[in-house]
């Protein structure tokens, strides 16, 4: 059974500092690995997804890498701005019990608070 | 604008009453899935749907049904068997080919409180 875990839990700096987020799964055999945002009472947005053939993807200030082997991703998020504070989640894709369909598992997420 | 529309935003239910809260999706999306997360927690996969007419249960679909009636609906009833039901819903949805590639669209979420 893949479990997907986050750390820190929290994570609080000041306002342009460089940060990195942990993401850890247990099963590599994942079609891909997704980074989320999730801003207080609201629904997910897409970050970045990285396939599984892959091993970073970039949008912006946000560069994700994987490292299929050792079961870790991480995100960087350079020079940090308030807006960016919200809770990140990662999730692994994985083949679902020999079906077509991929089975996202969540870890539970880093709040993060960028303080001006 | 094209997208996942979840509704309530909020929903209040009574012991022994079953409440069914929307999703509905412009996307043209074949596959629809809802989750359940609870405070400082990830997403738990209750039901998903790969096709109209077709659903399977996710890992916690005791207390939970669904169906699929039309391609861009798919709404969750919570029934009064689910003992627990105080929690954040978010419905989300996908579109078909490589698997891979395509990304989960995610509904503002509803969020369930028991009165």
Known sequence: KQEVTQIPAALSVPEGENLVLNCSFTDSAIYNLQWFRQDPGKGLTSLLLIQSSQREQTSGRLNASLDKSSGRSTLYIAASQPGDSATYLCAALANAGGT????LTFGQGTILTVHP | DGGI???????FRKEGQN????CEQNLNHDAMYWYRQDPGQGL????????VNDFQKGDIAEGYSVSREKKESFPLTVTSA???PTAFYLCASRSGGAIAKNIQYFGAGTRLSVL
């Open chain 2, 5 to 11: 529309t979840q509704s309530p935003k909020y929903l």
């Open chain 2, 44 to 51: 738990r996969l209750i039901y998903y749907s790969q096709i």
């Open chain 2, 82 to 84: 689910q003992k627990n």
């Open chain 1, 100 to 103: 077509s369909y991929g089975k």
């Open chain 2, 19 to 22: 409440v069914t809260l929307s």
